[in-house]
């Protein structure tokens, strides 16, 4: 692919698949007992080091890019925490990257920006931490936010089905260039091109597939129930974790994804959107708040002038937004 933003781009897939092989590495660790006792070390090993490899990358490639990461290092520095940094070492070790406790640490710490500013990135390393302890679906999700629009976002997606031409075989990445569409690759096969993916074109509401947040305490499950009701929608919703609701809307899976407030003072994070909404964007669809307005990425680490979130692929957007207005959630 060649076009703006080609270096970042190859930078980002680089580092997210490799993120990603870390994630795996960790999740094939996670036994029933650690979910029964619902430790959430796993998911922090994995968090920790999913960081350390994106940011050191970053750090490489463009040294003057400040990076908005959901993790900082502060809680692994605790003297009492040396055996669990040593995990993360040993995680690193596995694909290759060799730190010191203070390199690993400073990786991890090149996330810790909180200001916006005019060309930054911003990173979840692990999208959907619940889906990931559940062996389900979770995501790494980066994004490059330049003049407080994303220009570029790269999405991995390790348990996640590919579609044509890889048959189905789980693990999948997005990306998208603003202006240049979206496309989708193989994480299995890494040389393989990429294919280009577009929304659905469904515009009958009562055919609509919706997807929706797994937690019910992320995205209110009665309230797109009533909107389900009200637009004779008959499917079932799809319920999966992370970012990967974006990528199911991108490629034309599902026709719309539904973030609706469960609590007045939760603000979204940018990480947990910026990435997903310009593969949806570059697929076509369409992405606003409950208010009809584009997200707005300038200020800082929360969308605070946004409330809820609403995907899709464009020609449902306006008989969601005022069907959510009528039933009192917009
Ligand atoms: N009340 C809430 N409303 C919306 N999103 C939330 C809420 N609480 C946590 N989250 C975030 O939802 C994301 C996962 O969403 P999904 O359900 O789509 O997988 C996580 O990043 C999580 O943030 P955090 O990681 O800080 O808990
Ligand atoms: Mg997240």
Known sequence: MSGSY???????????????????????????DVL????????????????????????????????????????????????????????????????TPEEIC????????????????????????KGF??????AIALALIVDGKPQLGVLGCPNLPTAE???GQPGCLFSAVAGEGAATWSMEDSDAAPVM?????????????MCESVESGHSSHGHSAQLAEKLNIS????RLDSQAKYAVVARGEADMYL??????????????????????????GTVTDLAGRELDFTHGRELRENRGVIVTNGPLHSAVLETLGAIGVA
């Open 165 to 167: 031409p890889w048959d």
């Open 197 to 209: 993916v577009r929304v659905s074109e469904t515009s009958d509401p009562a055919s609509a597939v």
């Open 106 to 129: 400073g990786w991890i710490d090149r996330g810790g920006q909180s200001e916006y500013s005019n060309r930054f990135w911003t990173l979840d390393p692990i999208d959907g931490t």
């Open 235 to 238: 499917g079932q919703p799809v």
């Open 133 to 138: 302890l559940r062996g389900e679906q979770y």
């Open 259 to 284: 973030r609706l407030p469960t609590r007045k003072d939760y603000n979204e994070k940018i990480w947990d959107h910026a990435a997903g909404v310009l593969v949806v964007l570059e697929a076509g």
């Open 36 to 99: 029964e006792k619902k430790d959430r070390s796993p998911v922090t090993v994995a968090d920790y080091a999913s960081q350390a490899v994106v940011c050191r990358a970053l750090a490489e490639a463009f040294p003057d890019d400040p990076v908005i990461g959901e993790e900082d290092s502060a809680a692994l520095q605790q003297p009492d925490q040396a055996p669990f940094l040593n995990r993360v070492k040993e995680e690193l070790g596995k694909v290759g990257i060799d730190g």
């Open 6 to 32: 080609e270096n970042e781009l190859a930078v980002a897939l680089e580092a997210v698949r490799a993120a990603a092989e870390v994630c795996q590495s960790v999740q094939a660790s996670i036994t029933p």
